[in-house]
């Protein structure tokens, strides 16, 4: 082998090695931080949360609030937070509205979607909280950022009627 096909070698091998490097340090597409494609693959996002005695979500952050919620929507929780909060007060919204408590032991989750009037989804959740059966609708909406909440109905209200008072 002469020393110019030697060095040649040497140049594609560290070619190579780079090329390998940079590759392995790019987020892989299950760790990438995309918006669901669908919205059953949004709402599994949100209930994924709950699974193996997960936390859920915590809403205190507006960027959180977006990432879930219609701006409209985001924009009336924000407001309220804000507003309690220099008032002193709890907010309209208490507790976690994608359990419809204020904690508990999630579990035996399932979630579905179905076609909604206007051309929204229905989303769907039963779970069991500490035993007990729940289930939660969710109006979900199609935004240019993805899937959105735009209301979430629980067995004694909607999350827009706290706000309509």
Do not use: C
Not at 43 to 57: C, F, K, M, V
């Amino acid at each position: 082998m002469t020393a110019a096909t030697a060095t040649g070698l040497h140049r594609r091998g560290f070619m190579l090695a780079v090329g390998a490097l940079l590759a392995a340090s790019l987020p892989s597409p299950g760790h990438a931080q995309q918006s669901p494609a669908t919205a059953q693959e949004f709402l599994e996002s949100i209930y994924g949360t709950y699974r193996n005695n997960g936390a859920g979500i915590d809403r205190s952050d507006d960027a959180v609030l977006k990432r879930y919620f219609t701006p409209e929507l985001a924009g009336i929780i924000s407001d309220d937070d804000a507003r309690a909060a220099a008032d002193g007060e709890v907010p309209n919204l208490d507790a976690d509205p994608f359990i419809d408590a204020q904690d508990g032991d999630i579990g035996d989750i399932t979630v579905t979607v179905s076609d909604a009037p206007g051309g929204r989804m229905m989303g769907h959740a039963a779970f069991t909280n500490s035993g007990e059966p729940k289930a939660i609708d969710l109006v979900l909406v199609e935004t240019p950022a993805g899937w959105r909440i735009d209301d979430i109905l629980w067995p004694e209200g909607t999350l827009r009627g706290l706000y309509s008072h």
